[in-house]
């Protein structure tokens, strides 16, 4: 039997490490933190994205998912701000399902 995975902030983030991606709590909300372009696109800075999801289970396992998602649009060069506008309005209970059985199946990438 696998081990079980350990969803909390600080488990998440050593997953992530080497990724250029941390999962931060700010009052009981989530954030994704990453060197990103700024919204004009011209230069880099920190930059937090709001996943407008709870630091409960289920946000977290939604968060660790949007994460890796953001790690490797990082990676390609592929990152836009348009795909992430919206990424603050939460979850409905399709999408927490659909991330947990990701999870579940281990589809999502483990850090090295």
Do not use: H
């Not at 039997?1 to 992530?16: F, W």
């Not at 968060?63 to 348009?82: C, G, H, P, V, Y």
């Not at 990424?87 to 850090?111: F, H, I």
């Amino acid at each position: 039997m696998a081990p079980k995975k350990d969803l909390s902030l600080e488990g998440i983030n050593r997953r992530l490490e080497g990724s250029g991606v941390r999962l931060e709590q700010r009052g009981g909300k989530l954030y994704l933190r990453a060197t990103l372009p700024n919204k004009r696109g011209d230069r880099r800075s920190q930059q937090r994205i709001s996943l407008g999801v709870n630091a409960i289970v289920s946000g977290l396992e939604y968060a660790e998912a949007k994460a890796w998602e953001l790690a490797s649009q990082k990676s390609r060069n592929a990152f836009s701000w348009s795909e992430w506008q919206d990424a603050g309005e939460g979850l409905t209970d399709v999408q927490v399902k659909m991330y947990r059985e990701a999870l579940r199946m281990n589809s999502l990438p483990e850090a090295a």
